[in-house]
């Protein structure tokens, strides 16, 4: 399985500004997703992010919003914009390994005062 | 449309207790993957099994085992003799080969008592 890490571990922001958030993984992958998760809550697909092209956002999020970089391979950041307090979670990376199988990196904890 | 249920939502054991987490997927798909993932306190997700459709065999690793039978469209996951380290919250997940985004159950809460 891919070593995936993320920065920042863990932040605390003031609302209405920007956070953004870097994967990176030890291995060229193909495919690369953001998940949000709320506090409490299970996991929700925010996008997917191929090199090359742009994300493919889930219905409910948007790129102006959560704007995504693809840059090569092996990273990716996802941007929150113009945070509010109900963007509080934990976002996490997961990269496309063998059969499908997702590996997720260890998460980045927003607090959004 | 892809669907998990989780139905239980916390359990609490005592150490040394076998626990059982249910697993109910729904999928028109006749190639399907499904997973079992473990978060810790500590937040990041750690994959523990992956079952594709075509393979029913029941699986055994050490203190976990996995029954999956089609028929009831059910992927449940068994921690044996259950330990103050298997607290976590366990989510149960389904993809399929089109769709390839994970679709997750809500998850269920284990805590382990000593």
């Known amino acids: 399985s891919a070593v995936i890490s993320q920065k920042p571990s863990r932040d605390i922001c003031q609302r209405g500004t920007s956070l953004t958030i870097q994967c990176q993984v030890d291995s060229q992958v193909t495919m690369m997703f953001w998940y949000r998760q709320q506090p409490g809550q299970s996991l929700t697909l925010i996008a997917t992010?191929?090199?090359?092209?742009?994300?493919?956002?889930e219905s409910g999020f948007v790129i102006d919003k959560f704007p995504i970089s693809r840059p090569n391979l092996t990273f990716s950041t996802l941007t929150v914009s113009n945070m509010s307090p109900e963007d509080s979670s934990i976002y996490l990376c997961s990269v496309d390994g063998l059969r499908l199988t997702q590996y997720f990196g260890p998460g980045t904890r927003l607090t959004v005062l | 449309a892809q669907k998990v249920t989780q139905a239980q939502t916390e359990i609490s054991v005592v150490e040394k207790e076998d626990v059982t987490l249910d697993c109910v997927y729904e999928?028109?798909?006749?190639?399907?993957?499904l997973f079992w993932y473990k978060q810790p306190p500590s937040g990041e997700l750690v994959f523990l099994i992956r079952?594709?459709?075509?393979?029913?065999q029941n699986e055994i690793s050490g203190r976990y085992s996995w029954n999956f039978q089609k028929s009831t469209s059910s992927f449940n996951f068994t921690i044996t003799a259950s330990q103050v380290v298997d607290s976590a919250v366990y989510f149960c997940a389904l993809t399929t080969g089109s769709a390839r985004q994970l679709t997750f159950g809500s998850g269920t809460q284990l805590t382990v008592l000593p």
């Open positions: 079952r594709n459709s075509f393979d029913e």
């Open positions: 992010a191929n090199q090359g092209s742009e994300a493919t956002y």
């Open positions: 999928t028109r798909d006749t190639t399907y993957y």
